[in-house]
């Protein structure tokens, strides 16, 4: 089984339609021998919220039949134009206008035909904050709507399936999401400056722990194992150059993603900072939304994959 699979991901080839019923029959037996045959720990598959766009009356209708414990919520929308009118892209004159309570979009694609307003929607929403993981599924693979579901920030394209194939290729693809479960450590002694931080990275799906007092700065690395770190440099008791370098002089954290927020704007404390082994540098001047960028983009090259915003 997982040498069948590791042959799949390492193919050198465009999957089809028929690789995709094999990769969504694969993954359901690997749920059934791990349901039967583990007793230890597993991580937790939350169900899904998920707004489904879709005319074909049966086609939904099996969606709806899945069991009630998959899903958190499951909306049945049969045309965009529909969910458009029901969350309008915003705009400074409706900037209060409601966010879907989805962060899933299952949307099938029975026409190529995806008019501009549709696309510029899709972008929008791909876009937001926290962005939507918009799937298609659609029988359609030409080129040209490939880059346009691309262009508009469409997190996969995908066959049509099984509604139950397509849902478990859907929790397999969400899991591997750039901000997916990734924690961050940050260690401010201004706990304004955290609040900030939090209020900025946390609607991202980002969980978030966050230090004042760097004298505990081991003990809390340790036990909370973040995917990156971001630091004050000046600190009472220990600098955040200080901290940077005892975590790059550790051969575990070695390669762990830092940001320094400084309001340091001199040449030899930024020189400094880099030299202690710091990923970027960002003022504490800079927009929430540079911030965001920031961070997303270190944990995203962390993954050796890119990030486009905007």
Known sequence: MASALEQFFRAQQIPNAADWQTLAQQIDELDAIV????????????????????????????????????????????????????????????????????????????????????????????HQTPPALVFVCTEHASLDLRVKLAQAGVYAVLPKLLPQQVLNLVKHLQLSSATAQKRILMV?????????LQSSLEPWGLQINRLENAQQFWETLQSCVPDLLILDIEMPAYSGIDLCRTVRNTFNWHDLPILFLTAHTDAATLKEAVNAGANALIHKSATQIDIVYHVLAELQRARGTAIQLG
Do not use: G
């Open 35 to 126: 349901c039967q045959n583990s007793t230890a720990a597993l991580p937790v598959h939350h169900p899904l919220a998920l707004i489904l766009v879709d005319d074909d009356t049966a086609w939904v209708e099996q969606f709806q039949q899945l069991p009630a414990h998959q899903f958190v919520q499951m909306s049945a929308i049969e045309e965009l134009e529909v969910y458009l009118k029901l969350y309008p892209a915003p705009s400074k004159s409706n900037s209060d206008i409601e966010i879907p309570p989805f962060n899933r979009v299952l949307l099938n694609v029975s026409l190529a035909d995806l008019s501009t307003q549709q696309l510029s929607w899709l972008k929008t929403m791909t």
């Open 188 to 196: 401010d002694d201004n706990p304004q400056v955290l609040d900030m």
